[in-house]
């Protein structure tokens, strides 16, 4: 009986001893070295875009966004751009700023201060078009500004840059505007239409409009390119038409994506400008000009620019000629340094 006893009680030991390497074994499979562990390494997140409400007029001061607009389409750009196209800044543009509905946008140098005088809710975000005016001629009696005594001369965009510049150079050539020339203002398409067919003889039209009646109308030359009168009339400052602006209140809670899109604005008007054929289809896609042909014609004279930060305030010696020219073309008063978006 004592050697059954034992017999058992050593089988039980020898069981229990087994089940206990087997449960010490699986341990030691199951867990690996810590040596072994593979470490996972934290990833920070892509900044996020921001949705912008982008307003752009067709013409010189909106060719320059076309390789932004296919960017953006092409979901290449940090920030989503939601636009707007006008062809009448008072009516399709300013609204919009004043309503909040657009976030950024494109307007003439002159609706800009004057927008920021009587709102103080928009800030100068960048320059992009310098002079673009030319007075075009079926015929070879006009060769400066003086020659204009007496005639009728087409001119679109009443109540803009380019009323209060052709007033001042008029004058500074000895000229009353409001006796001396009859000025007759109409829309682009009619001035376009009417110079191309022959019908006038004289227009002021800025480019690309200029450049479709020259490549249309073989008898109309270019008589007086404005950016060359506005430098021989001894006017301080750049003759600089088209900028773009930014509501203060979206700039001060979207900062970053102002940034991004100075950024990718600035190398849309590099890209426009080094590849006109390039840069011609994308303005015909998006409609801002409407033959390619024409668009890529315009791009060496469009005189694009990209201008922002501190280098924004040049533009203050224009506003000066424009305010001693005719003070409300500008709202009345030179914009202050708030007026300038400078980070």
């Known amino acids: 009986m004592k050697k059954k006893l034992l017999a058992l009680g050593l089988t039980v030991a020898l069981a229990l001893g087994l089940a206990a390497c087997a449960s010490n074994t699986d341990t030691q499979e199951s867990t690996p070295p810590a040596e072994t562990t593979p470490v996972v390494e934290s990833e920070t997140p892509a900044a996020e875009g921001t949705d912008i409400n982008l307003g752009l007029l067709n013409g010189p001061t909106g060719m320059g966004a076309a390789k932004l607009l296919s960017d953006n389409d ?43 005088n009587k709102t103080g809710s928009i800030q100068l975000l960048a320059l992009n078009t310098l002079g673009v005016l030319h007075i075009l001629e079926n015929g070879d009696t006009v060769h400066s500004l003086a020659d204009l005594s007496g005639k009728t001369i087409y001119a679109i965009n009443q109540g803009t840059n380019t009323e209060f510049v052709l007033d001042y150079l008029l004058t500074q ?43 249309q109308n073989s ?111 500008i709202g009345g008063s030179i914009p202050d340094d708030a007026f300038y978006y400078i980070p």
């Open 74 to 116: 092409a979901g290449e750009t940090v920030n989503h751009y939601n636009v707007t196209m006008g062809s009448d800044p008072s009516t399709d543009i300013v609204p919009k700023l004043n309503s909040g509905e657009l976030d950024i946008a494109a307007l003439p140098t002159n609706v800009a201060a004057n927008l920021y």
């Open 173 to 215: 050539n000895g000229l009353d505007p409001d006796t001396d020339v009859d000025i007759q203002w109409k829309t682009s398409e009619e001035v376009t239409s009417l110079m191309a067919s022959g019908e006038i003889d004289l227009c002021m039209l800025p480019v690309p409009a200029a450049t479709t009646v020259l490549m």
């Open 219 to 329: 008898d109309v030359r270019d008589a007086i390119d404005l950016s060359d009168a506005w430098t021989e009339s001894g006017a301080s400052g750049t003759f600089t038409m088209g900028c773009v602006v930014v509501r203060t209140e979206f700039a001060q809670e979207h900062p970053e994506a102002v940034e991004a899109f100075l950024t990718e604005y600035e190398a849309s008007i590099n890209y426009i400008k080094d590849n006109p054929e390039e840069g011609g289809q994308l303005i015909e896609e998006y409609g801002i000009v409407p033959k390619a042909a024409i668009a890529t014609a315009a791009i060496p004279q469009a005189n694009m620019i990209f201008t922002a930060g501190e280098d924004l305030k040049s533009i203050s010696s224009y506003y000066e000629v424009l305010f001693a020219a005719d003070p409300t073309s």
